[in-house]
C-alpha cells in the first residue's frame, strides 16, 4: 500500500516547515487505495441510491415502531405515485413494477461498497491515511479555529491549502461519513432482513422494530445524499477538473501554481 | 527498473493467480456445502449468491424473532391477488372439504392430505411478522404443522435437496432448500389469530417461512415436489420469482 506523501507537506500553515517547495510542481495527492475506494464506493453509492428510490416506490409510506402497512397510520408519506395498487395514492395510475432488479442491484451494490468500505478502513489505518489525514489535530477542534473554517466556507473565499491537506471542517464530515453515517445506513439496512434480525434481535429492537429501521435507513441515506450534494458543491468551488484529476491520477499541482 | 518492474510483474501474477485459485476452491466448497443458489447466473448472481451463502451459514439453526399477543396487528392486511380461478372458486363454494395437498417426489409414501386431516396432527402456532418486499409489514399468530410433520411422515429421502411447493393459482410457485424446510417455524398454516385462514391472507391453506420475506409464503397450496433436481421445474431457477426478476432466496 502506496503511503501519502501529502504527510510531507505541512498539514498547519504555521508549522516550522511551512515555505511551499519551489523546485515541484506537482505532487502525489491520494493513494492508489484512496483512489479505487473512492470510486468504486462512487458508482455503489449511484447504483444504491437508484434502486433504494425505486423500492420506495412500491410503497411511499413510512412508519414507527415494528409493523406499518396501508391500514396503519403513517408517520410520513412521500406525495409520488406507487408501482402497486394497494397503495393509496391518489394519483389514477400504477406504476410499473421495477422492485425485482432494484433488490438485485441494491444488495449487489452493498456488497461491493461494504467490501471496498472495509478496505478503505483496514487499509487506512494500516498506511496511516485515517490518523494523518482524518484525525483533526487538537488544535484544530478548537471552537474559535472551527468557527473560522466555517466563516471562511461561508464567505465562499477560496481555503488555503486546500490541496495539501484537510481542514478541520472536512475531517470531521469525513469521519462522520465513514464512521457513522455508512455503517448506520449498512445496519438498518441488515435490520430489515428476516433472516439476519433472527440472529441477532437487538439489531432491530434496539432501532424500535423493523419499520422504524425502514424510516432510519431513509434518513441516513438522505444525509448521504446531502453530503454528496456539498461534496461536490465544494470540489465544484475548488476546480472541479483539478480535485477530479487529483481523484483519478493521484497528482496534482502544487500550490505554488495557484499563487 | 527493469528489475523492479520484473518483480512487481511476479508479484501481481502470484497474487491473481492465488486470487482465482482462491475463489475456484470457494466456488467448489460453496457448491459442495449447498451455498449456490439456483439463480446464481445472471447480472445479480454473485450478489445473490454471496447474501444466500452468508445468510445460509449465518441462520442454519436460528428462529425468527417471535412477538408477544398484544403485539398482533388488530388488522392484518389482505394485499390484492390476481382474480380467483374457476377451480378456486368451486373448492371456496364447498367450504374447502374438498381441497388436497399432495406431497410426492422423492419420498417413500406420495401422499394427500384434506385440511382436516391436517388439522388431525398436533397443531402449533407462531406469531410472526409478515414482511412484504414492498416495504410493509404486519403481525399474526399463524396455526399450523411444521412442515418437517409431514416430511416425516411421507418418508422423505436424504438425497433430497429441495422442496418445491406450489399454489392452484397459476405461476404461483416456489421451492426452499432442506434447511427451510426442516426449520421449527417452517409451516403449513391453516388457522389466524385463532380462526379459520382467511382466504385473503392465503386460506384454505398456507405456507409459512417466516425468515424469509412474504413473497415465500405461497398462498392456497396445494402440492409439494421433494427433489434433488432444480432443472425440472420452470426455468430451472428454483421458482417463478426469479423469471419475473425477483430472487429465489428472500432472506433479506
Same mark, same amino acid.
Request: proline share 6%; aromatic share 12%.
Given at each position: 500500500?502506496?503511503?501519502?506523501?501529502?504527510?510531507?507537506?505541512?498539514?498547519?500553515?504555521?508549522?516550522?516547515?511551512?515555505?511551499?517547495?519551489?523546485?515541484?510542481?506537482?505532487?502525489?495527492?491520494?493513494?492508489?487505495?484512496?483512489?479505487?475506494?473512492?470510486?468504486?464506493?462512487?458508482?455503489?453509492?449511484?447504483?444504491?441510491?437508484?434502486?433504494? @428510490?425505486?423500492?420506495?416506490?412500491?410503497?411511499?409510506?413510512?412508519?414507527?415502531?415494528?409493523?406499518?402497512?396501508?391500514?396503519?397510520?403513517?408517520?410520513?408519506?412521500?406525495?409520488?405515485?406507487?408501482?402497486?395498487?394497494?397503495?393509496?395514492?391518489?394519483?389514477?395510475?400504477?406504476?410499473?413494477?421495477?422492485?425485482?432488479?432494484?433488490?438485485?442491484?441494491?444488495?449487489?451494490?452493498?456488497?461491493?461498497?461494504? @467490501?471496498?468500505? +472495509?478496505?478503505?478502513?483496514?487499509?487506512?489505518?494500516?498506511?496511516?491515511?485515517?490518523?494523518?489525514?482524518?484525525?483533526?489535530?487538537?488544535?484544530? +477542534?478548537?471552537?474559535?479555529?472551527?468557527?473560522?473554517?466555517?466563516?471562511?466556507?461561508?464567505?465562499?473565499?477560496?481555503?488555503?491549502?486546500?490541496?495539501?491537506?484537510?481542514?478541520?471542517?472536512?475531517?470531521?464530515?469525513? +469521519?462522520?461519513?465513514?464512521?457513522?453515517?455508512?455503517?448506520?445506513?449498512?445496519?438498518?439496512?441488515?435490520?430489515?432482513?428476516?433472516?439476519?434480525?433472527?440472529?441477532?434481535?437487538?439489531?432491530?429492537?434496539?432501532?424500535? @422494530?423493523?419499520?422504524?429501521?425502514?424510516?432510519?435507513?431513509?434518513?441516513?441515506?438522505?444525509?448521504?445524499?446531502?453530503?454528496?450534494?456539498?461534496?461536490?458543491?465544494?470540489?465544484?468551488?475548488?476546480?472541479?477538473?483539478?480535485?477530479?484529476?487529483?481523484?483519478?491520477?493521484?497528482?496534482?499541482?502544487? @500550490?505554488?501554481?495557484?499563487? | 527498473?527493469?528489475?523492479?518492474?520484473?518483480?512487481?510483474?511476479?508479484?501481481?501474477?502470484?497474487?491473481?493467480?492465488?486470487?482465482?485459485?482462491?475463489?475456484?476452491?470457494?466456488?467448489?466448497?460453496?457448491?459442495?456445502?449447498?451455498?449456490?443458489?439456483?439463480?446464481?447466473?445472471?447480472?445479480?448472481?454473485?450478489?445473490?449468491?454471496?447474501?444466500?451463502?452468508?445468510?445460509?451459514?449465518?441462520?442454519?439453526?436460528?428462529?425468527?424473532?417471535?412477538?408477544?399477543?398484544?403485539?398482533?396487528?388488530?388488522?392484518?392486511?389482505?394485499?390484492?391477488?390476481?382474480?380467483?380461478? *374457476?377451480?378456486?372458486?368451486?373448492?371456496?363454494?364447498?367450504?374447502?372439504?374438498?381441497?388436497?395437498?399432495?406431497?410426492?417426489?422423492?419420498? *417413500?409414501?406420495?401422499?394427500?392430505?384434506?385440511?382436516?386431516?391436517?388439522?388431525?396432527?398436533?397443531?402449533?402456532?407462531?406469531?410472526? *411478522?409478515?414482511?412484504? *418486499?414492498?416495504? #410493509?409489514?404486519?403481525?399474526?399468530?399463524?396455526?399450523?404443522?411444521?412442515?418437517?410433520?409431514?416430511?416425516?411422515?411421507?418418508?422423505?429421502?436424504?438425497?433430497?435437496?429441495?422442496?418445491?411447493?406450489?399454489?392452484?393459482?397459476?405461476?404461483?410457485?416456489?421451492?426452499?432448500?432442506?434447511?427451510?424446510?426442516?426449520?421449527?417455524?417452517?409451516?403449513?398454516?391453516?388457522?389466524?389469530?385463532?380462526?379459520?385462514?382467511?382466504?385473503?391472507?392465503?386460506?384454505?391453506?398456507?405456507?409459512?417461512?417466516?425468515?424469509?420475506?412474504?413473497?415465500?409464503?405461497?398462498?392456497?397450496?396445494?402440492?409439494?415436489?421433494?427433489?434433488?433436481?432444480?432443472?425440472?421445474?420452470?426455468?430451472?431457477?428454483?421458482?417463478?420469482?426469479?423469471?419475473?426478476?425477483?430472487? #429465489?432466496?428472500?432472506?433479506?
Amino acid at each position: 500500500m502506496s503511503t501519502l506523501p501529502s504527510a510531507q507537506v505541512p498539514i498547519e500553515p504555521d508549522a516550522e516547515n511551512s515555505s511551499p517547495p519551489s523546485q515541484v510542481v506537482t505532487m502525489d495527492r491520494h493513494s492508489v487505495l484512496v483512489r479505487v475506494t473512492h470510486w468504486v464506493i462512487t458508482l455503489s453509492f449511484f447504483a444504491l441510491v437508484l434502486s433504494g @428510490g425505486e423500492i420506495i416506490v412500491s410503497h411511499p409510506r413510512f412508519y414507527w415502531g415494528e409493523t406499518g402497512n396501508v391500514l396503519t397510520k403513517p408517520l410520513f408519506k412521500i406525495p409520488i405515485p406507487a408501482s402497486r395498487n394497494l397503495v393509496p395514492t391518489g394519483y389514477g395510475y400504477v406504476l410499473p413494477d421495477q422492485n425485482g432488479w432494484s433488490r438485485g442491484l441494491h444488495f449487489q451494490s452493498a456488497w461491493v461498497l461494504v @467490501g471496498m468500505g +472495509l478496505l478503505y478502513v483496514v487499509g487506512g489505518i494500516l498506511s496511516g491515511h485515517l490518523r494523518r489525514n482524518l484525525l483533526p489535530g487538537k488544535r484544530d +477542534l478548537s471552537w474559535r479555529s472551527l468557527v473560522g473554517v466555517i466563516t471562511h466556507h461561508l464567505r465562499i473565499q477560496e481555503t488555503q491549502g486546500g490541496l495539501e491537506s484537510y481542514n478541520a471542517l472536512q475531517r470531521l464530515t469525513y +469521519l462522520l461519513v465513514v464512521f457513522i453515517l455508512f455503517p448506520l445506513v449498512i445496519w438498518t439496512g441488515l435490520a430489515m432482513s428476516p433472516a439476519f434480525d433472527g440472529v441477532f434481535p437487538a439489531t432491530v429492537n434496539w432501532l424500535g @422494530g423493523r419499520q422504524s429501521a425502514r424510516t432510519i435507513h431513509f434518513f441516513v441515506s438522505v444525509a448521504l445524499v446531502l453530503f454528496l450534494f456539498v461534496h461536490v458543491a465544494m470540489v465544484w468551488r475548488e476546480g472541479f477538473v483539478s480535485r477530479v484529476r487529483a481523484m483519478i491520477t493521484g497528482r496534482a499541482a502544487t @500550490g505554488k501554481e495557484r499563487a | 527498473m527493469s528489475k523492479i518492474s520484473r518483480r512487481k510483474m511476479i508479484t501481481t501474477g502470484v497474487a491473481t493467480a492465488a486470487g482465482i485459485s482462491a475463489l475456484g476452491v470457494a466456488a467448489h466448497l460453496a457448491t459442495k456445502y449447498g451455498l449456490v443458489p439456483p439463480d446464481h447466473g445472471g447480472l445479480y448472481g454473485p450478489g445473490e449468491t454471496l447474501t444466500y451463502a452468508s445468510l445460509r451459514l449465518l441462520t442454519q439453526h436460528s428462529m425468527a424473532r417471535e412477538f408477544s399477543r398484544s403485539q398482533i396487528s388488530a388488522r392484518p392486511l389482505q394485499n390484492e391477488v390476481a382474480p380467483f380461478s *374457476e377451480e378456486f372458486k368451486r373448492f371456496q363454494a364447498g367450504k374447502f372439504i374438498d381441497w388436497r395437498l399432495t406431497v410426492d417426489g422423492m419420498v *417413500e409414501r406420495p401422499s394427500t392430505f384434506s385440511v382436516d386431516q391436517l388439522k388431525s396432527y398436533p397443531s402449533h402456532s407462531q406469531i410472526t *411478522e409478515v414482511v412484504c *418486499e414492498e416495504g #410493509w409489514s404486519y403481525i399474526a399468530e399463524w396455526n399450523g404443522i411444521p412442515l418437517s410433520y409431514i416430511l416425516n411422515l411421507v418418508g422423505a429421502h436424504p438425497q433430497a435437496k429441495y422442496v418445491f411447493y406450489f399454489s392452484i393459482e397459476p405461476d404461483w410457485w416456489e421451492s426452499m432448500d432442506m434447511a427451510d424446510a426442516l426449520h421449527p417455524q417452517t409451516f403449513l398454516t391453516y388457522g389466524m389469530n385463532g380462526d379459520e385462514l382467511p382466504v385473503g391472507n392465503g386460506g384454505p391453506l398456507r405456507m409459512r417461512l417466516p425468515r424469509q420475506l412474504g413473497y415465500k409464503s405461497v398462498k392456497f397450496l396445494n402440492r409439494l415436489i421433494l427433489t434433488d433436481d432444480v432443472k425440472r421445474f420452470g426455468k430451472g431457477l428454483g421458482s417463478i420469482s426469479p423469471e419475473q426478476g425477483y430472487a #429465489w432466496y428472500a432472506g433479506i
